[in-house]
């Protein structure tokens, strides 16, 4: 038997490969766009940086060292100059497509970042394999504008598994509807009416203002925005605002808020304030042809009529008053169950009846102004005449 060469030796103590074969090499030389690995075969392995990842313009010094391992797939035994051609994303991207095939067999919720912002939707990748999630499928709601998630982890589901086509869909929509009808039913189990909680303006109306309230939005309408009058919601509230909010009807799956609480309540302690005979001070919030509406405070108005604006004829409420005017005025009359109060600026002019024979000569007779100037020289003419 003759003695084999040492070359002969070595070749035998080297292993065969064979194409599509996953062998482990060392890394043993590392360029910007190459890898150079012992594979324990006759010849080197060469792995390019386009072999190595799909991402564009990678420097491999980066993220990979001389002497780290590593699994890869032979792509050709000889590339006809003698290497071994090798690949890493391909291997990665089969043991991807395994996973994201028992991922959509058994509805298992992936997570990925998002890779891409593309016109129609987002791209993520799980091990290699490129996943697009549909706009209509992001969200369960339309979104324009998905560069918000651009480089944020999202969850999804696999709604579409088509290797053969390298087609593969993701559902994150799905999640976010049964995470929302979870958040829901923990919610009505929870909040009752009369119940005060915390919330977030989500969108605000010309009617008033929508409220998440961590599982379902409540209504918060313009007439219970306030006790005093909110002239547009948009300008009393804004989207991100927190409020602490007043649940004050569930019905169904709808929500009625408010932030009108009984402790500030302004009609609460009003028979005293504003009993009749008191003299009060207030600003013009509105007028109309029979009066103008006095506010008296926030979320108590008072009717001033025409006929009790001045001791002298009033055509219209408008020729001597104007919205933002401050008025004083006694109140004349206070129905606290309608919530309604009458001023006069008249009544703080009127005297008092000096006689009993002048009270019931004037009884059906119509109260009129009289100059303050001329109430003060009566009396004084009346004084001198008794003495």
Do not use: C
Request: a negative charge; zero cysteines; charged letters at 35%.
């Amino acid at each position: 038997m003759s003695e084999l060469t040492f070359e002969q030796m070595l070749e035998e103590s080297l292993k065969t490969i064979h194409t599509g074969e996953v062998v482990e090499g060392t890394v043993i030389d590392v360029k910007p766009e190459e890898i150079v690995l012992n594979i324990g075969y006759k010849s080197d392995g060469i792995l390019t940086r386009n072999e190595y990842t799909n991402e564009s313009g990678v420097d491999l010094t980066t993220v990979v060292k001389v002497g780290d391992t590593m699994e890869v797939k032979v792509l050709k035994v000889n590339d006809g100059e003698g290497q071994v051609l090798l690949t890493y994303k391909r291997l990665a991207a089969d043991r991807g497509n395994k996973r994201i095939e028992e991922a959509y067999n058994n509805k298992e919720v992936l997570k990925a970042t998002v890779a891409q912002v593309l016109e129609g939707g987002l791209s993520v990748v799980v091990e290699e394999v490129r996943i697009f999630i549909p706009a209509s499928l992001v969200s369960d709601t339309y979104e324009k504008d998905l560069s918000k998630y651009a480089g944020q982890e999202i969850e999804f589901v696999i709604s579409e598994y088509n290797p053969r086509r390298r087609r593969y869909i993701g559902d994150r929509k799905q999640l976010v509807v049964a995470k929302k009808a979870e958040m829901q039913r923990e919610l009505f189990e929870r909040i009752h009416e009369g119940d005060v909680v915390e919330g977030v303006v989500k969108n605000v109306t010309d009617f008033g203002a929508f409220v998440d309230l961590g599982g379902a939005d409540g209504l918060l309408h313009i007439s219970e925005m306030s006790w005093g009058r909110v002239e547009h919601p948009k300008k009393a509230f804004k989207v991100g605002d927190k409020l602490t909010v007043l649940i004050k009807e569930i019905n169904g799956s709808k929500i009625a808020l408010s932030l009108k609480f009984d402790d500030q309540n302004p009609w609460k302690d009003a028979a005293e304030k504003f009993a009749i005979g008191n003299e009060v001070t207030g600003v013009v919030a509105r007028m109309t042809d029979f009066g103008a509406f006095i506010e008296l405070e926030p979320g108590v108005d008072a009717l001033l009529h025409v006929s009790q604006i001045s001791k002298e004829h009033v055509e219209k409420p408008s020729d001597v008053l104007k919205v933002g005017d401050s008025v004083t005025a006694k109140i004349v009359d206070f129905n606290e169950e309608d919530k309604k109060i009458s001023l006069s600026i008249k009544a703080l002019y009127a005297p008092e009846p000096a006689k009993e024979e002048e009270a019931e000569e004037d009884e059906d007779a119509e109260v009129v102004s009289v100059d303050i100037d001329a109430v003060i020289a009566a009396e004084k003419e009346s004084e001198e005449s008794a003495e």
